[in-house]
Every structure is written in structure tokens, then in C-alpha cells.
């Protein structure tokens, strides 16, 4: 059983992991207002920590955060959910420069850990993964990749988030594609070895998914797309993804028995997967050049793909028609984190902006926006229940969804 289908996840009320309780960007909440203002959304607290890109994950009461402090040490915090209140840190040495090309954007920790009701996974950004004890933050079992195999530290650092099951953590590292004890973390096994390429391990998360009746895990590197056997490691299918020094970033949608992928100077491209006896085939069905991908993971809302491309407009694309039905004429950040009820589109972009937007296959409609931070918002938003927890670049900070006439109590 994976996290998506287990315990902690099933409750709106937490954010367990990257993208959310069922790793998709989709919550089961309808109560979002129908605008957004500092009336309508109310900040309860902000506490200032160490730089970072890694999203918040969110207990029943506690909200936990990754960052970089110095360029010298890893730092895992511990807060009260309501009040901000710090419960505990646990620090580790751990830093590095990624390549000149990517410098702007910092040499931070990137990946989101996943929370499994009683241990955090954390990755840190030289190829290490540590597990955690959620209530103290004592450390259980720690991982480097690159003692483990050998291989080379990568040149982006670990930025792929791990997927937890009941008894295994799923990740992207030691150039490669791995799957762990969850208990010890020893390597049970690893595959799609090398196809990080020259720059090293790749950037997207593996999701969990059931294709043509088949459980499997869906995973990009920076070469391929491919649906490997959770048991056996056993490589279903693959298909190459093109991508600018490799640059398959975002998560895949499932969609059906339909793959969505968008890649940073390749396309947005629509794979379509069969099954004859035990043997799967994967075709490409619909590629758009013009419409590419970059950092930000879309969402699917009642069927249609809502996505955030390279050249900063948002487009909405119909996978059963094959085209894309309109895209904004606006521009706006870099990358925005998206979250969807069946509804609306909540994004952060990375400017510090937080837009509303209806999920609407019709035409591109920004119900409205709210500058939330001064700092810029390259952590993934999160949603738990009434209350939205935002990383900026160095601060966490705890908003709620509230009726004008209502005060918040600090």
C-alpha cells in the first residue's frame, strides 16, 4: 500500500507529502471562498528560518520544514500548527554550489520530504536521505548514495521527493532509481541506473498508479519515462523524453491509461499505454511543441490539464480532444506551485503571489490575486483543511480561508 492510499493521507485535514494527500495536487475541499483578499484569507503566523525551495509538510498539529543555513548545515524544524511555536530542530552538515547556469536561483535544499504518520523522510542535498522520528525529531537511519554506490555528488543536488509505502521509500538518487527498506534503509533494489546523464540524479518524484489494471510506479528521469514493477524493479515500459540538459522536471499525470509529460526545451506530450498478455506498449498520441514545461506540475480538474509553461502563461489542454483550449495572455512567475479543488486552481508563483483562478476549460479566468510575501515562493503551497502553509525562500508562514466578520485570535 502506498502512502497515497494509506492512513495519514486519506485525512484533508494534513499534507503528508509532495503535491498533497493523494500526490496529485488535488484536495477533497470545497470551501474555498469565491475571492480572495486579506479579508477572506487571514495570516495566524510567520517564522523566520534558513533559505530553501522544500514545501511544508503538515501533521494534525505540527508543520515541518526543511532548509539550508549558512551554506553549512541542513536544518529540519518542528512548529505548532496553530501557533508557530518551534517544538524542535535537528541539524546536520550538509551543502554545496550547483552550476554557474543555475546559480541565481541558490544552492538550497530542494527536495519535500513525505510524512508517514511517524517518521519524516528527508533528503538532503548531498544524495542523503534521513529518516526521522516526527515526535523528536531523533534520527532513525540515514542514507548517502554516493558511499552506498559510488556514484558522483549530482550536480543539482538531490531535488527528487520521496514516495513512502508501508514498508519502502521510493526515490530518485545514487544515480538511479531506488527502493528502500523503510525500517533500516537498506537498498532492496535499483534501477534505471545512468539515466541521470551527465549532470547526475534526475529531478521529478515518482507517483504510484495502477495502468491497465497493473500497479505501478510511474517515474521520469532525465532521459526516459517509465513504469517499473514495485516488486521485482522490473522495467514494464519506457519511452525517451527529450529535455534541455535533461530537464524532465515536473511530476507525470496519470490520465486514464494515459501519461501527461512537459519538458524544459522539449514539448508537452500526451503518451498513450496498452497492454497485450504481459507485454505493455507505449505510443505517443498528441505532442505540442509551442507548449512547454518547465519546474511547475500541473493539475487535472474534471479531465482537463491545467499547466503552467516555460513562457510563464497558464494553458488548459484537453488530452480526449488533443488541443490545447486556451492559454493567458498574462504572464506570470517563473514557476507556480499549483493545488485544485474540482472548482479552482490555488497557485503560489514564485514572486510572492498567490492566485485564484477558476477551473474553467472555457477560458483562462483569474478570479483574483493577493501578494503574500515579500520573498520569493519557490516551496510548494500547502493545504490542509482552512489553513494554507507558505515557504518563502526564508520563512514559513501559516494563512486561513475565513469569513470577513471573523477575527483571527493570534
Request: glycine share 8%; net charge neutral; aromatic share 12%.
Amino acid at each position: 500500500m502506498l502512502l497515497a492510499d494509506s492512513f495519514p493521507s486519506l485525512n484533508p485535514d494534513i499534507w503528508p507529502q509532495w503535491r498533497g494527500p493523494h500526490r496529485s495536487g488535488i484536495v477533497d475541499d470545497n470551501t474555498w471562498p469565491n475571492q480572495l483578499d486579506d479579508m477572506h484569507l487571514q495570516g495566524m503566523w510567520r517564522q523566520k528560518i534558513g533559505h530553501g525551495y522544500s514545501g511544508p509538510i503538515v501533521s494534525l498539529d505540527r508543520v515541518y520544514t526543511v532548509e539550508t543555513l549558512d551554506k553549512k548545515q541542513e536544518i529540519v524544524r518542528s512548529f505548532n500548527r496553530f501557533t508557530g511555536e518551534q517544538i524542535w530542530e535537528t541539524a546536520w552538515d550538509g551543502s554545496m554550489k550547483v552550476p554557474f547556469f543555475a546559480a541565481r536561483n541558490g544552492s538550497w535544499v530542494r527536495a519535500t520530504p513525505a510524512f508517514d504518520g511517524e517518521y519524516l523522510y528527508v533528503a538532503g542535498m548531498r544524495d542523503f536521505l534521513v529518516c526521522l522520528r516526527a515526535s523528536d525529531g531523533s534520527i532513525k537511519w540515514q542514507v548517502d548514495f554516493m558511499k552506498r554506490f559510488g556514484t558522483p555528488l549530482p550536480d543539482f543536488g538531490f531535488v527528487c521527493s520521496p514516495l513512502v509505502s508501508e514498508k519502502a521509500v521510493y526515490i530518485q538518487a545514487g544515480g538511479g532509481f531506488v527502493k528502500l527498506d523503510k525500517e533500516t534503509g537498506a537498498t532492496l533494489w535499483r534501477t534505471l541506473a545512468d539515466e541521470g546523464g551527465m549532470y547526475g540524479s534526475a529531478f521529478s518524484s515518482p507517483i504510484y498508479e495502477n495502468l491497465r489494471n497493473v500497479p505501478q510506479l510511474v517515474v521520469q528521469t532525465r532521459k526516459v519515462l517509465a513504469g517499473i514493477d514495485p516488486d521485482s524493479a522490473e522495467v514494464l515500459w519506457q519511452q525517451p523524453v527529450k529535455a534541455f540538459r535533461g530537464m524532465n522536471i515536473l511530476t507525470p499525470l496519470l490520465i486514464g491509461n494515459t501519461i501527461f509529460t512537459s519538458s524544459f526545451g522539449g514539448s508537452s506530450i500526451l503518451f498513450d499505454i496498452k497492454k497485450n498478455n504481459d507485454d505493455f506498449k507505449i505510443s505517443k498520441v498528441w505532442e505540442e511543441k509551442k507548449s512547454q514545461g518547465y519546474m511547475s506540475t500541473p493539475v487535472v480538474v474534471n479531465g482537463y490539464i491545467y499547466l503552467h509553461r516555460r513562457d510563464r502563461r497558464f494553458c488548459c489542454i484537453d488530452p480526449k480532444a488533443k488541443e490545447i483550449l486556451w492559454t493567458s495572455k498574462k504572464r506570470f512567475g517563473q514557476y507556480c506551485s499549483i493545488v485544485a479543488n474540482d472548482t479552482k486552481l490555488l497557485a503560489l508563483d514564485q514572486k510572492g503571489e498567490l492566485l485564484l483562478i477558476e477551473a474553467n476549460p472555457k477560458a483562462f479566468k483569474l478570479i483574483g490575486s493577493l501578494k503574500i510575501a515579500e520573498q520569493e515562493t519557490w516551496g510548494h503551497i500547502a493545504v490542509a483543511g482552512d489553513q494554507i502553509f507558505i515557504r518563502e525562500l526564508q520563512a514559513i508562514a501559516a494563512y486561513r480561508w475565513c469569513e470577513p466578520d471573523k477575527t483571527i485570535i493570534e
